[in-house]
């Protein structure tokens, strides 16, 4: 099993940056993908992109190629979502979640493991 919890949420403004962190644990994670999810008010969650912990196969939906990138810290089993150039349409709950499957490690349905989520709104 394993246990993620988010962090770095916040207001920015829009231009800005964020970095968000996903701190894993559980004696398997280093066999799980890890990936970012978000969910806009009334809209389905969606994936921005993950990677795999061993390997580091990286995956990006379309919408976040140029914009975000994903990192992790193997010391600290933490995995990051930097976005750039946010604008009103990134304000969402940001989610990572954790997957056995590193070949379909880029369908959210594939996840069985979520954190709680982080609050990212971003003003005009």
């Known amino acids: 099993q394993v246990q993620l919890v988010e962090s770095g949420g916040g207001l920015v403004q829009a231009g800005g940056s964020l970095r968000l962190s996903c701190a894993a644990s559980g004696r398997t994670v280093s066999r799980h993908a890890v990936g970012w999810f978000r969910q806009a008010p009334g809209k389905e969650r969606e994936i921005v992109g993950a990677?795999?912990?061993?390997?580091?196969?990286?995956y990006y939906a379309d919408s976040a190629k140029g914009r975000c990138t994903i990192s992790k810290d193997n010391a600290k089993t933490t995995v990051y979502l930097q976005i750039d150039m946010l604008t009103p349409e990134d304000t969402a709950v940001y989610y990572c979640?954790?997957?056995?499957?590193?070949?379909?490690?880029?369908?959210?349905?594939?996840?069985?493991?979520w954190g709680q989520g982080t609050q990212v709104t971003v003003s005009s």
């Open positions: 990677l795999t912990w061993s390997g580091g196969r990286i």
């Open positions: 979640a954790a997957t056995l499957d590193l070949l379909r490690f880029h369908l959210k349905r594939q996840y069985q493991y």
